[in-house]
């Protein structure tokens, strides 16, 4: 089948030549003659044969679909990822199929995924549990008897495949500097999970951030919880609630621009303006952060951009870990600390 409605057959009929020919003529094969492939290739021109995906994937082994797996379909920001990926498939000429996280959770997950017959498989990553990730890395190992794949997101250093990742370490310690810089001390991190033993986590840069601004690190400042506006409420609402109000937090980094909207409302409940009394800092920057009140100093991750850059490596072959962009994005809810 066509776009056109035609079939290799009739291309081959028309040009007086076999399916093969024909195949081999779309396929740039240089086993055909000059004159043999002019003809049909003036056949497919009066055509406007193209054919399908389908049909070359029976002839080529390839299916011309990519997988994604993404941990929460409904956060804006996997949206984007999505987005930026189908864009760049669709060029490519390659379709995606999205799988949700659960995906991970069948029976056998691996055998699952592999009868989709896809020709690739793109996993974003979240921090896990030590047994999260000894599961998934099993997983993983299996799937790649089938497939390439490859991982973006926040992906453990020790996993040992294509990677495009944040250097969470690096973007939390110079989010911790520029607070610093604004004059805060009582910084509090909120959200995540106890993260297990990678070197680039989040929880590393902040420690080291701390440390280099010769501020002590302490428990009541360090909140963990899921990445949602309403965890993030009532996180920042448990920690204002466990100290006495001279040792409020002045500046909170949030885990990403969900948690910092749940945090802004928090904050607002409990009487303090923002910015002036405690400035809140997002991740992700995702298209509401300029239109919340005050507007939200983020980080822009570069969603679509990822997502296009993990197609990109996935069609490539390369086995190579790449950094993912980011860049501070200044807005006005972080402020210089004037004391309350």
Request: hydrophobic share 30%; charged share 25%; no cysteine.
């Given at each position: 089948m066509s776009t056109s409605?035609?079939?290799i057959y009739d291309i081959a009929a028309e040009a007086g030549v076999s399916i093969t020919t024909v195949s081999r003529v779309l396929r740039g094969s240089g086993a055909v003659s000059a004159a043999t492939k002019k003809k049909v290739e003036a056949v497919i021109a009066r055509h406007n044969y193209h054919p399908s995906a389908i049909a070359?994937?029976?002839t080529?082994?390839?299916t011309y679909t990519l997988g994604m797996i993404l941990p929460k379909l409904l956060n804006p920001n996997y949206a984007m990822i999505f987005t930026g990926a189908n864009d760049e498939a669709r060029r490519s000429g390659h379709l995606i199929s999205l799988f949700p996280w659960s995906s991970l959770s069948d029976e056998r997950p691996a055998l699952s995924l592999a009868?989709?017959?896809m020709d690739g498989l793109i996993v974003c990553v979240e921090y896990l549990s030590p047994e999260g990730n000894e599961r998934l890395l099993e997983t993983l190992k299996?799937?790649?008897?089938?497939?390439?794949?490859v991982l973006i997101g926040c992906v453990p250093s020790y996993y040992s495949y294509p990677t495009i990742s944040y250097p969470m370490a690096e973007i939390m310690r110079?989010?911790?500097?520029?607070?610093?810089?604004l004059g805060h001390e009582k910084i509090a991190f909120i959200g995540g999970t106890e993260e297990d033993r990678d070197e680039q986590r989040r929880d590393v840069g902040y420690t080291q951030g701390l440390q280099e601004a010769h501020l002590p690190c302490t428990a009541?400042?360090?909140a963990f919880c899921k990445g949602t506006a309403e965890a993030g409420e009532a996180a920042l609402e448990e920690m204002l609630s466990s100290?006495?109000?001279?040792y409020w937090p002045t500046a909170v980094i949030a885990l990403n621009d969900l948690v910092a909207m749940g945090c802004m409302n928090a904050a607002r409940k409990r009487g303090l303006k923002l910015p002036e009394d405690l400035s809140i800092l997002g991740c992700d920057n995702l298209f509401c952060a300029p239109y919340l009140s005050p507007a939200l100093t983020s980080i822009d991750t570069r969603q679509q951009e990822l997502g296009a850059d993990a197609v990109r490596l996935l069609l490539s072959g390369e086995e190579k870990r790449m950094d993912a962009g980011w860049e501070f994005v200044y807005r006005e809810s972080c402020a210089r600390y004037a004391g309350r």
């Open positions: 409605g035609s079939t070359q994937g029976m080529s082994k390839k009868n989709r017959r299996e799937l790649r008897q089938y497939m390439r794949i110079k989010s911790v500097s520029y607070l610093v810089g009541s400042y360090r100290l006495l109000p001279a």
